[in-house]
């Protein structure tokens, strides 16, 4: 079975530094990856997906991912964080067979505290 | 207004007693999934559900039940609620289209149960 692990339960970063969240996947065929944020009260949101392709991934609200095979590792970046980046993030992983069909597995989050 | 609504959003209630929280959706995908989350354990998949015809249990099912009434609305029961089933829970859609699906999940905004 797939597995998520990211190893930093709180991160603290200052508003415009750069920011790297840690994803490590454990699964033994092509995955599929995500990354979700969640702000407080709020449901989930999709940042950006691998699933193929270019391993370096673009989302939204100026994130981007690389997807290292031979780390499995999927970690998200960005250049310069504004406040309204404090969420909940959460790295999942579906399986190829079914593409996810039967739902993804999540890690247990890292929550970002952004500093003025 | 959502494509995925959760009802109700909040709701405090008492051990033994029975709940329900609904879920339906306007995105039209045949897939529906139920998930809990808690704080440092990110989300956890009690029920999913390929069609009205299919239902399948997840990781941390016991305690729930679920009902696939139509293709837009899903339920999940909790027949004698007890304090560790204080949780927010999540109701996600996903789109299966064979090879093109990658699993990606589209989420409720979230119910907050309290289990007094």
Known sequence: AQSVTQPDIHITVSEGASLELRCNYSYGATPYLFWYVQSPGQGLQLLLKYFSGDTLVQGIKGFEAEFKRSQSSFNLRKPSVHWSDAAEYFCAVGAFSGGGADGLTFGKGTHLIIQP | ?116
């Not at chain 2, 959706?25 to 009690?46: E, F, S």
């Not at chain 2, 999540?90 to 309290?114: I, M, V």
Request: include cysteine; charged fraction near 25%; glycine fraction near 8%.
């Open chain 2, 1 to 116: 207004d959502a494509d995925v609504t959760q009802t109700p959003r909040n709701r405090i209630t008492k051990t033994g007693k029975r709940i329900m929280l609904e879920c339906s959706q306007t995105k039209g995908h045949d897939r529906m999934y139920w998930y809990r989350q808690d704080p440092g354990l990110g989300l956890r998949l009690i029920y999913y559900s390929f069609d009205v015809k299919d239902i399948n249990k997840g990781e941390i099912s016991d305690g729930y039940s679920v009902s696939r009434q139509a293709q837009a609305k899903f339920s999940l029961s909790l027949e004698s609620a007890i304090p560790n089933q204080t949780a927010l829970y999540f109701c996600a859609t996903s789109d299966y289209k064979g090879l093109e699906n990658t699993g990606e999940l589209f989420f409720g905004e979230g119910s907050r149960l309290t289990v007094l």
